[in-house]
C-alpha cells in the first residue's frame, strides 16, 4: 500500500496546521486551499469513502465540519457562503484516496479567481503550497472558536 498522507498526519509522522484534534478525526488546514481559510475534517482510521465508516463516525464527522464552519465565520470568512465538500471515489475527483470533508469558505463572485485553483485540485496536481506559518496562523484562530 502506498503511503497516505492524511495517514501520516493522523499519527504525527507528517507536519500539519492542526485545528482541532480527537482519537479519531483531525481538523486541519488544507495546505493547497482553493479559498482563504480552506481547511479539512479527516478520520484517523484509514478509509478511502463514506460508506466505510460507521453511521456514528459518520455523524460525527459532519458535526465537526459544522463546527468547522462556525469556527471559520467566526473569523469573518465565509460570512455569505461555505462550500461543503466531500469527493466520494475516484469518478468524483476524489485524489487522495482517504476520506477528508473540505470546508471552502467563499466571497461574492470569488469563482474567477477559485477556477485555476479547482483545476489544479481535479488534476492532482494542486499548485503552489500556502506558507506554513499563515496556514498555523489561521489555525490558531480557528482553533479558538472551535
Not at 465537526?64 to 465565520?73: D, E, F, H, P
Not at 469563482?111 to 489555525?139: D, E, M, Q, W, Y
Request: hydrophobic share 40%; aromatic share 6%; proline share 5%.
Amino acid at each position: 500500500m502506498k503511503p497516505c498522507i492524511f495517514c501520516d498526519i493522523g499519527a504525527k509522522r507528517e507536519v500539519a496546521s492542526t485545528i482541532y484534534e480527537d482519537d479519531d478525526f483531525v481538523v486541519i488546514m488544507d495546505v493547497y486551499p482553493l479559498s482563504e481559510g480552506h481547511c479539512m475534517v479527516i478520520p484517523k482510521q484509514h478509509v478511502q469513502r463514506l460508506g466505510e465508516l460507521n453511521q456514528a463516525m459518520q455523524q460525527r464527522l459532519f458535526e465537526l465540519g459544522a463546527r468547522a464552519m462556525q469556527a471559520v465565520q467566526a473569523c469573518g470568512l465565509g460570512q455569505q457562503g461555505i462550500n461543503v465538500l466531500l469527493n466520494d471515489g475516484p469518478a468524483a475527483n476524489q485524489t487522495v484516496p482517504h476520506l477528508h470533508l473540505h470546508i471552502i469558505p467563499r466571497k461574492p463572485r470569488d469563482l474567477l479567481s477559485t477556477l485555476p485553483r479547482l483545476a489544479l485540485h481535479v488534476t492532482g496536481l494542486f499548485g503552489i503550497k500556502t506558507s506554513r506559518n499563515k496556514l498555523n496562523a489561521l489555525a490558531q484562530s480557528f482553533s479558538q472558536h472551535f
